[in-house]
């Protein structure tokens, strides 16, 4: 799948930063906003996209194009681009194909920040959402399209309530409708699970979790297949197919083949909204990088087994965890995921509800009480006191999330010790 036919762990060391003759081997922190050219001429054909290369850190910069060539080598992308978070990442990488008066569809279980952000702030701009329970039958799904539907979003692990998305139904029903699916493949991360051999057109990244894997930068990311033919569906996507006034009349899909979508979300987006990584930050982020493919499979084997002594513990009411026989998503996480693997989060809820889960969580040492998640330390989440405290429990049920819901994040200490602070946790109960 890799373009550079390279394994996974040596474009996550490799790949990206290639220096020539004399240049640093570590990827220099470009920290310019600007760069220099000889003559006017070679600015001007730069803004009006006729040769590539870099002239203002808003639009692109050398340090954060490398992680992104980096990111998109380990999804098996054509095109990518970092953004400043998450947030941004899918909020672009909807808003590159979506504008007033459109609609697109989502699963309901997906992170609360873009669950907030597609039904409320997306709504404000005259971008509609319609939120789909993810594990419905086709046909279900099937009837929230619209004519001005224009792409269908999901996330390959749900950030909290861990559901797996079937990616090859959701590409399917996208595709039969003539739109692209995008998929927020954060808690998997491209070591266990690349979306675009299970159909999908676009991947998003919060690099701000394993990525990055040491809590140093919030940033995001953009990943293009290149697959999805703009043209031959142009009626729906006449901002890609079609002349940009703001570029003397360029059309992205005619002029940039596979990098379109990413070429319009910088020229456009970046160059109207600026939500960019610092290039200290994206210099951070490769440093993660670097270790990520070492990093994923101590994660999840720390988490599987947490998983197993809390499936056991009689003080436990329930386990959430892919990687479980037991789980409702193990089959279909065998099926998508290299060797079935996951990530490193577990969810699970104790007996006796909200004040037993928050004795257990106060009682913990090891494990701190943090509202990040999917980090090299072991950390603790409980939504219905911190992320979704507004919520009534009427509501945290409709969002999928149990009040008594514990998201365990599993770091990369020995996870005897990790089990040890657990049980120190039930002892006080
Ligand atoms: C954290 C997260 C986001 C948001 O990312 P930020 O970097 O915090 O802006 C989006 N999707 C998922 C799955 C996340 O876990």
Same mark, same amino acid.
């Given at each position: ?15 990206? @930063? ?80 979506? %504008?007033?008066? /459109? ?28 939120? #789909?329970?993810? /594990? ?31 990616? %090859? ?28 051999? @299970? ?22 990311? !953009? ?7 703009? /043209? ?29 979508? !990413? ?81 490193? #989060? #577990? ?62 994040? #599993?770091? !990369? ?7 040890? /602070? ?8």
């Amino acid at each position: 799948m890799q373009k550079n036919n390279k394994h996974l762990g040596t474009i996550c060391v490799q790949e990206g @930063w290639k220096p020539k003759k004399g240049e640093s081997r570590v990827l220099p922190i470009f920290q310019s906003t600007t760069f220099k050219y000889d003559n006017t001429q070679q600015m001007a054909d730069l803004f009006d996209l006729k040769a590539s290369g870099y002239f203002y850190t808003r639009l692109q910069n050398p340090t954060n194009d490398a992680v992104a060539a980096k990111i998109t080598a380990l999804e098996g992308g054509a095109a990518g681009m970092l953004t400043s978070s998450g947030q941004a990442a899918n909020f672009y990488a909807v808003f590159n194909i979506c %504008e007033a008066g /459109d609609h697109f569809i989502s699963a309901s279980t997906i992170y609360g920040g873009t669950f907030n952000l597609f039904g409320v702030s997306m709504k404000k701009l005259g971008i509609d959402v319609t939120f #789909v329970d993810p /594990d419905a039958p086709e046909e279900e799904i099937e009837k929230a399209f619209k004519p001005n539907t224009k792409c269908v979003f999901g996330e390959t692990i749900a950030n909290p309530v861990l559901s797996v998305l079937d990616i %090859e139904k959701f590409a399917r029903l996208a595709h039969r409708h003539g739109v692209p699916l995008i998929v927020d493949n954060t808690f998997p991360t491209p070591i266990n699970c690349r979306p675009f051999e @299970w159909g999908c057109d676009i991947v998003t990244h919060s690099t701000t979790k394993y990525m990055d894997g040491h809590a140093t930068q919030v940033g995001g990311a !953009i990943v293009d297949s290149g697959n999805f033919d703009w /043209d031959a569906h142009a009626d729906k996507f006449p901002g890609l197919t079609e002349p940009d006034p703001s570029y003397h009349g360029l059309a992205y899909s005619k002029a940039f083949g596979k990098g379109a979508y !990413i070429t319009k979300a910088t020229a456009q987006l970046m160059r109207d909204f600026g939500s960019i990584p610092s290039p200290h930050n994206a210099f951070l982020l490769n440093l993660g990088l670097e270790t990520l493919h070492v990093r994923m499979p101590r994660h999840c084997s720390n988490a599987l087994a947490v998983a197993q002594y809390l499936s056991e513990n009689p003080e436990v009411a329930w386990v959430n965890f892919p990687g479980l026989k037991s789980d409702k998503y193990y089959e279909l996480a065998q099926k998508q995921f290299d060797g079935g693997q996951s990530c490193g #989060v #577990v969810t699970f809820g104790i007996k006796g509800g909200r004040e037993r889960s928050i004795k257990f969580m106060d009682s913990l040492k090891l494990t701190a009480i943090v509202t990040h998640v999917a980090d090299a330390r072991t950390c603790v989440l409980h939504p219905a006191s911190h992320t979704h405290r507004q919520l009534s429990d009427e509501e945290l049920i409709a969002a999928g999330v149990r009040p008594d819901l514990i998201r365990y994040s #599993v770091g !990369i200490e020995d996870v005897e010790d990790v089990i040890e /602070d657990l049980e120190t946790g039930f002892k006080s109960l």
